[in-house]
């Protein structure tokens, strides 16, 4: 696999492998990953790929511009994979189940979602341990896990999110996932 200039970064990499644009995402899911992904988007779209595939190496991130990224990504038609042996937190699998087809890899090493503790928005003042998502946060993450996912995938995807809590996160492993309808495939 090639890299392909200019669209590479510290944060992206993108390769083509036989048919399919693989662009890798490396490090947390922020607003500037939002906007630095532009480009290579744009790279992608001028190239002849018959399939276009997000890698995951990203473990935490933002949840609001994780959904913003994930939107952007469904919007364009792309597979979402985790990086094999890869640890993708709640912001990380909010993008992963943006995916048209969600892969993840069993092996050689297996890659997990770690659905951790959702932050009280910011006029809370106070840090609680337990899941205690704002209507305003219930709302948005089950309109975007219900566009994104299968009708039962999304209720797991949100059930996980509210089981988890500052002392424990709920892992869920690549056979699970395929179970639940969080993967498509196990490769």
């Known amino acids: 696999m090639a890299a392909l200039p200019p669209a590479t970064d510290e944060h992206f990499l993108l390769r083509q492998q036989a048919q399919s644009c693989v662009l890798e995402l490396r490090g947390a899911i922020d607003a500037s990953t939002v906007r630095r992904i532009e480009a290579p988007l744009r790279s992608v779209e001028r190239l002849d790929c018959a399939r276009k595939v997000l890698l995951l190496r990203a473990e935490d991130g933002i949840v609001g511009d994780a959904i913003t990224l ?3 990504i469904r919007n364009r038609g792309y597979t979402t994979q985790v990086a094999p042996g890869g640890t993708c937190r709640t912001p990380c ?11 993840l890899p069993a092996e050689p090493q297996p890659a997990r979602l770690v659905w951790t503790l959702i932050p009280p928005d910011a006029d809370f003042g106070h840090r609680q341990c ?45 056979a699970q996932a395929l179970a639940s309808g969080l993967a498509t495939t196990i490769r």
């Open 70 to 72: 994930g939107a952007m």
């Open 93 to 103: 699998a909010l993008v992963f189940a943006a995916g048209i087809e969600r892969w």
């Open 130 to 174: 337990e899941a205690e998502l704002s209507r305003a946060q219930q709302v948005t993450l089950m309109r975007y896990l219900r566009a994104m996912l299968p009708p039962q995938a999304a209720l797991t995807a949100y059930q996980n999110l509210q089981a988890a809590d500052c002392r424990s996160a709920v892992t869920t492993d690549p």
